[in-house]
Every structure is written in C-alpha cells, then in structure tokens.
C-alpha cells in the first residue's frame, strides 16, 4: 500500500513538472570558459589581457598569472576574442559551451599591429585615397596659415610597422614643461586639480601602434591621475582629503619628491542623484571607422546598462545638422535607447555648435533640481563648422553651468584628433575629458569609474603650497601646465577650477632642490619667508591648502596641512608607481629634467610598486613602457635587450 502510494506521488509530483514547464519559462542552462593568455613566443602569461564572450556582454581581464575564468556562458557555440596592447587580437570560433560544463580555453598571442576592416553602414560615393590625401592636405595648410593659432598640427606620421603614410591633422596645444622655481621669489605654488585622463588613453593609441606620441600629446598630471590610489578617505565634515608623502626623487638621488594626493568622499547608492543625461553624438562623416562610430556605440550602452528608471536619457546628434534621435526617455527602458544608438550612420559635414545648442537645450528642458544633469558630447573634435564664434560658445557653456548643466567630453578615433579644443571645451564646460581607444577604456569610464565620472562632490578645486624656502631651495610641480594660476586666483572664487566625482583621487607631483644659501624675506603675509619666522619651522617643507566649492554653494571652502620635513625611506607603493609614470612621461617628452631615468629603471620601480591590480591598469602600463622600449632597439637597428627587459 505504502508503495502505492509512493508511485502516487511521484505521479502527480511528475505530472506538475511537466505542467510547469509546460506553463513556465524554463531556466537558463549555463556554462564556464576559462584558460591561460600569453605571448606565443616566449609562453610569458600576459596579465590584464581582455576576454570577451563576442555578441554577449560577458567578458573578464586576465590576473597576474594570466588565467582567467568566464562563468554564466549561457548554453550555445561562440566565438571568443582576447586582446592585449602592443599583441594582435585572437578569435577562437565556434566554441561549443555546455550546461555545467567547463570549457580550457588557452591562447597565444604574438606581438603586432591589426588593421581594422572598415565596414561602411550607408551608401555615398567612395573616394580615393590620393584624392582625400589633397583635400586634407589643403585643409591642413589653410590652418597653419591662420595667425595666431594655438595649435600644432602633427602632419605625416609613421604608421607604424607597415610604415604606410598615413595624413595626420591631429591637433594639441603647445605645452612647455615647466622649470625650477625659487622660493624667496616665487613663494606660492598654485594650480586647478585635473582629473583628465584622455592624454593617457591618447597615448598609449599611438604605441600600441607602434609609433611615438607627439610630445604635446603627453600631459604627465593625465597620466599619472589614470590610475587610481589608496588614500584616506575624509571624514565627514568635507568631501576632500588632503594626503602627503615625501621621499627621495627615483631619477635624481639629490633630489626630493613630495607626493600630494587628494581623496573625494565615495557616494553610497542610496546618496547617488538621478541623472538627466544628453547624448551629444558626432555622426560626421569622419566618425565613418571601426574606432569611432561603431567602438562609441559599444560605450554607450555600456553607461546605458548601468542607469536605473530614476535616470533619464536623451539622444542628439549633428553632422550637415543637429537633430534630436530619441527624447529623454526612462533609463530602464534600455531597448529603446539601444534601438536608437544602433540605427545611428556617419556621414556629412560637422556642425558641432548647433548640436552643443540643442543638447543643452534638451538638457534644460528636462532639467532634474538637484540631480545630476550632464551634456555627454562623443566627437573625433573636428569642429568646422558652426563654431566660428568660440567665443559665444563659451559663453553657452559657463551659462549652462550655472544652471547645473556640466560637460564630458569623450574623443574617438586617430588622424582628425582635435585634442586642445577637447578640453578646453571640457574645462569651461565644468566637466572632464577622456579618449576611448577601446571597448576597456569605455568600461572603465563608463562603469568601472562611473560614479567619479558623473557624480560631482566637489566643484572648483585648487591647491596653494608655499615652500620653506629654510629647506627648500628650488622646487617645480611636475605637469599641470595648463592648470596653473596666480596666487590671487586661488582666493577668487569667480575663478574656474577642476571638479572632483564620488571616489576620484587626485595626485600631484614637485621635485624639490635642498636649500643652501638662504636669504630672509620682509613679507609679513607668508609663513616662511620674512626674518622673524624664516627658521622657526624647520620640521616642514611647506604648507598645503586646498580651496573647492560644495555643490550647494558658490562660496569657497578653505582646508590646509602642514608638510612635514621627515624624508621617507620606505615609501608606499602609490609614491613608486606615480613617480615611475611621471619618469615615463619624462622620458617620453625627452625632458631637460630626466636625469638617471631608462627603461629600465622606469620597469623596476613599477614593477616593485605595482601592488594590488584588481583591474589590470598598472599591469598594462609595465607592458606599454616594455613596448616603448622596443622603439629605441628598432630604430637603431641593433639589440641590447638589457635596455628594456
């Protein structure tokens, strides 16, 4: 009877079984891809490779050891890609994964270049490669005959291994690097924070393509802040921490160099603002590449899939003219907005003025009090058309940041690059500026750092030191250049400065000449300089204060800290590894100050300081700097491996 009754219920159990799933949705049967990523010649595991599942969203980053581990691969076949700067990407097809399978997927990468095939989305006449080479030849020399001109235009440029000449109008801002500064005399040190990080980005696009990045496109500040480091966070009266660490210079053992770095606030979820963001999106005919228009898609629906119903969205785009692709729409209704990034083309003219126009437009009309809302503006830069009166442009841009609106700028894409109006638009815009070179720098921005991209905690940041001219005899801030001000700009608080997001850290870097001969100062208003007080404080190097403006306020909010003197030997990994990217820096721009810096030296300390590398960064730049490495050995035409290895 008992057994009866059994068969019973495993009837009736079967029977719902199969009702339910008949009636139900059946789950999802899920497998694992894993495996090892190295270089094919030498069997070296490549950390901070990139693996991706194509066609889905999954994907990973290799760890020290090169493994990686994809899990959740629904049941199907796939192709799967893994990629890593300076090596040629590798596809593995029609990789079969089963239901709680594991799948060892290993591959071997070698060293090179891609070139990209370039699929063209709509139809208009083709034009020859000689033919295009005149027109922007022609457009080119009419901007170097315009007077006055801030910019420097690259020209031909190696392209690389394949060395095909490739016309180049990429522009950037003359930089000069700045010197060594005397204390008595120019007592007071002070700049806006930058938070910048396309100069990184940017270059590491050009030695991936196994050319040399032009010199004014390297801007050591960007550099060094593309990493993030291990401050203290603040406490709970201001959104800003200040941090100081002071060691012996790694290039120059006479020498000192002071480590600066601030720390913002994090937001927790339930702090995060709702966003209104406008896509302003740049669908010329110069965004018509596998770089630009088709990698900024990618990007942005990355952002899209992190928004809530609480964020809004809106798309516009300009090229012959601006016009709006989607309203602002619900954040959550992410097929819609993907609806309408995918049925974006590139073709016509640039009218980057009148899209700015109505994305802020757009932007106003939708305006959220108190929430985030932000201009995203996606371009290769080439503005020529419809900004021929900058000026009221950047009238637009400060008005609308003072009615909350701020601007990111994002660039794409090589050969059209106009990086100095970039960010310059990115400055008066109350925003910041990256370069996407790669479906891994959109996810950084766009997720791994999105709420230090898009959620400000602090507004017009600055930072004063005055130096002990008791101890310090000569000291330069090492970047910032086109973030210095004059020390009366530090107290104006009409004077614009850099935004700080949930989380950012901020580095600075000054080398600093010991003092010898000293001579008293008179100036009362200065701690260290007049007769009385000049050596009274020989346990400091100086002092540090930081100016920001909370977001409720256009007041200022003045913290400072004492420097102490004490000269550190065991200095923290961060201090090594900013120092080793400003060496490269140096080392790239070929720096009057470089001192002993090599290859080789630059590989040590970062490689001692790399630390924890949970995304892969620090890992990617110890192979960016053994590529650059490679360049000298090239050139030469001969090898001494001890150079770089």
């Known amino acids: 009877m008992k057994a009866q009754f059994s ?29 090892i990523v190295s270089d094919s010649t030498s069997g070296q595991p490549l950390a901070g490779s990139a693996v991706i599942v194509m066609g889905t969203s999954l994907g990973t980053i290799t760890n020290d050891h090169g493994k990686y581990r994809i899990v959740n691969v629904p049941v199907g076949t796939y192709d799967v890609q893994s990629s890593f700067v300076g090596y040629r990407s590798t596809i593995e097809r029609k990789i079969s994964v089963c239901e709680k399978c594991e799948v060892r ?43 006055g001109s801030p ?31 005397n204390p008595i005399i120019s007592p007071l040190s002070t700049f806006s924070i930058d938070v910048d990080a396309a100069s990184y980005s940017n270059m590491r696009r050009f030695i991936n393509s196994g050319r040399r990045p032009p010199i004014d496109a390297i801007r050591t500040e960007e550099l060094v802040n593309y990493f993030n480091y291990d401050y203290p966070l603040p406490g709970e009266k201001h959104p800003v921490a200040i941090y100081t660490e002071i060691g012996v210079a790694p290039w120059n053992p006479d020498n000192l160099l002071l480590h600066i770095g601030l720390q913002a606030e994090e937001l927790a979820e339930d702090d995060l ?24 898609k ?25 016009g709006l692709v989607l309203p602002s729409t619900r954040g959550d209704h992410k097929e819609i907005i993907w609806r309408a990034l995918d049925q974006l083309k590139a073709g016509g003219s640039t009218a980057g003025g009148a899209g700015i126009k109505l994305a802020y437009e757009v932007a106003s009309d939708n305006l959220i009090p108190d929430g985030n809302n932000r201009v995203i503006l996606a371009t290769d830069g080439d503005f020529n058309i ?11 841009l ?21 990086d100095s109006r970039m960010e310059a638009l990115a400055d008066k815009g109350d925003g910041n500026y990256f370069y996407i070179d790669s479906i891994l720098e959109g996810k950084k921005v766009f997720v791994d750092q999105l709420r230090s991209t898009l959620y400000t905690v602090a507004r017009d940041v600055k930072i004063q030191v005055e130096f002990n001219p008791a101890i310090v005899g000569r000291y330069r801030l090492i970047g910032y250049e086109n973030r210095a001000l004059n020390a009366e700009d530090f107290v104006d608080d009409k004077k614009d400065a850099g935004e700080m997001g949930s989380g950012h850290t901020v580095t600075a870097l000054y080398e600093l000449v010991l003092a010898e001969n000293i001579e008293a100062s008179d100036d009362h208003s200065l701690r260290y300089q007049h007769s009385e007080v000049g050596g009274s404080h020989l346990d400091e190097i100086g002092t540090i204060k930081v100016r920001y403006k909370p977001l409720d306020s256009d007041e200022s909010i003045e913290l400072d800290r004492f420097i102490s003197a004490v000269v550190i030997e065991n200095t923290s990994l961060d201090y090594g590894f900013s120092a080793s990217v400003a060496m490269f820096s140096m080392l790239v721009r070929d720096s009057e100050f470089l001192g002993k810096t090599s290859v080789a030296s630059i590989l040590d300390l970062a490689r001692a300081s790399k630390g924890d590398d949970p995304f892969g960064y620090r890992a ?23 150079s770089f290895e």
């Open 7 to 35: 068969k019973v219920l495993l009837f009736v159990f079967a029977a719902l079984l199969l009702i339910g799933s008949g009636t139900g949705v059946q789950p999802i049967k899920h497998g694992t891809i894993y495996g």
């Open 105 to 147: 997927l290993d591959f071997g990468m070698s060293l090179g270049v891609e070139l990209n095939e370039t699929v063209l989305e709509y139809e208009r006449p083709l034009v020859s490669r000689d033919a295009l080479d005149v027109r922007l030849m022609q457009k080119s020399r009419a901007k170097e005959a315009s007077i």
């Open 151 to 181: 910019y420097r235009v690259v020209g031909r440029v190696d392209n690389g291994p394949f060395n095909r000449p490739h016309f180049n109008t990429e522009e950037y801002a003359y930089l000069e690097e700045s010197g060594f500064l």
């Open 273 to 296: 603002r709702p966003s209104n963001l406008v896509f302003l999106l740049d669908v010329s005919g110069s965004m018509d590449s596998e770089d630009k228009i088709h990698l900024l």
């Open 298 to 322: 990618k990007s942005f629906k990355l952002l899209t899939k992190e928004l809530t119903e609480r964020d809004r969205v809106a798309i516009v785009v300009y090229a012959g003219a601006a």
């Open 386 to 396: 419809g900004v021929s009166d900058t000026g009221a442009l950047v009238r637009l």
């Open 398 to 418: 400060q008005e609308k940041k003072k009615e909350g609106i701020g601007l990111t700028v994002l660039g794409f894409g090589g050969g059209n690059l106009k």
């Open 620 to 642: 990617e730049f110890i192979r960016l700097v053994e590529t650059y490495g490679l360049f000298d050995i090239v050139d030469a035409g001969v090898g001494d491996q001890s």
